[in-house]
């Protein structure tokens, strides 16, 4: 698995509550990925970290801030949750090869419900 | 959108025999990545393939790339009930995009 940890595992939370999931992983590896996967849809890249303090956005990263301080970890934050943001989040790590981003590595994920 | 679909959605089969999945892209790609999901977990990273390569082996599985038609196909050779697992393409594009994944292929084997 890499090192990566995720918390929490699973957590049921409200409509229109703040809520911030934590990936946490012990190799150094720069690049960092936060997914949501749903049926029909697979996994899809909510936010992407090149490096400290250096994000950007994926393709579904509306409703979802970012955040990375130390190169550890990387925190995801639905501002206001909606029950459309219930899903299964996967962190991921990449390991570089030859300069460029190849295989990745996920973490177990976190269960995400929102009422 | 997604960049990589699998073919089929599901599949169920007898252990021993052998299993195939197909997966199509859209653009071009620098190389395609078969990943595994069992119910309640990560992905796991199983085999890349660069676009200038045809086809890789690993262990039980074989990959094949197709530029050409832009598609690839996962083989799973005698395969076992713990090989029943979600699986999914990605593909890493030319364009310095992130890996793109399909919506993958439920392999059932079954005992």
């Known amino acids: 698995d890499a090192g990566i940890t995720q918390s929490p595992r699973h957590k049921v939370t409200e409509t229109g509550t703040p809520v911030t999931l934590r990936c946490h992983q012990t190799?150094?590896?720069?690049?960092m990925y936060w997914y949501r996967q749903d049926p029909g849809h697979g996994l899809r890249l909510i936010h992407y970290?090149?490096?400290?303090?250096?994000?950007d956005k994926g393709e579904v990263s509306d409703g979802y801030s970012v955040s990375r301080s130390k190169t550890e970890d990387f925190l995801l934050t639905l501002e206001s949750a909606t029950s459309s943001q219930t899903s299964v989040y996967f962190c991921a790590i990449s390991a570089v090869k030859g300069g460029g981003r190849e295989t990745q590595y996920f973490g177990p994920g976190t269960r995400l419900l929102v009422l | 959108s997604q960049q990589g679909e699998e073919d089929p959605q599901a599949l169920s089969i007898q252990e021993g025999e052998n299993a195939t999945m197909n997966c199509s892209y859209k653009t071009s790609i620098n190389n395609l990545q078969w990943y595994r999901q069992n119910s309640g977990r990560g992905l796991v990273h199983l085999i890349l393939?660069?676009?200038?390569?045809r086809e890789k082996h690993s262990g039980r599985l074989r990959v094949t790339l197709d530029t050409s038609k832009k598609s690839s196909s996962l083989l799973i050779t005698a395969s076992r009930a713990a090989d029943t697992a979600s699986y999914f393409c990605a593909t890493d594009g030319t364009s310095g995009s992130r890996l793109t994944f399909g919506e993958g292929t439920q392999l059932t084997v079954n005992p």
């Open positions: 970290s090149y490096g400290v303090k250096d994000t």
């Open positions: 393939i660069r676009s200038n390569e």
């Open positions: 190799e150094n590896h720069r690049y």
